[in-house]
């Protein structure tokens, strides 16, 4: 039977939800199980600046391997919601979770507590993949050895000052 043009299922977005801890890591899980990734808005600063509050992130299932610098999410063990942290180190059958801007580690999250990686990040419209380089594996040291920081810091401050020199006119002598 064909239903009228009117009467057929239509998608839907839903712009705006919130849902406890439980449900979200359920859903999430759910939905990676399946082989599906997940799009939503980040909440916090615990990853600022590569994942700043209100990016939207990417969340796809589990690949084989997971690799220091790659962008995972997980259940925290420390309080049971879902965090979006650095792999800073692979163990056996964990890994050891950190916020790029935080002091110290998550803890180690092992298999049940793994909930996807993170594939792409959106800011203000503009995307950008997320992948293992070796530039994610040198974030991973940096942030684990709580220099993260401090480096983006002072790439900061000299993006700063090359800008004002950029801007400064000499006279012709």
Known sequence: MTLPQAQQPMA???QSYEFSAQ???????????????????????????????GDVVTVAPLP????????AAAVSPANGLVIIHRVIRVGKDEVLLKGDNLNTPDGWVGG?????????VERGGAAWELG????????????RWNLLRAVARVGAIMRKLKKRNARTVHAPS
Not at 64 to 71: A, L, M, Y
């Open 64 to 71: 084989r391997q997971i690799k220091p610098g790659q962008i």
């Open 112 to 120: 049940d507590g793994m909930l996807g990686i993170v594939t792409g």
């Open 23 to 53: 449900e979200f890591s359920g859903l999430l899980r759910a939905a990676t199980e399946r082989g599906a990734s997940l799009r939503f808005a980040a909440a916090g600063f615990s990853m600022t600046p590569f994942i700043k509050d």
């Open 132 to 143: 293992i380089t070796r530039q994610a594996a040198l974030i991973a040291r940096l942030s």
């Open 12 to 14: 839907t977005t839903i």
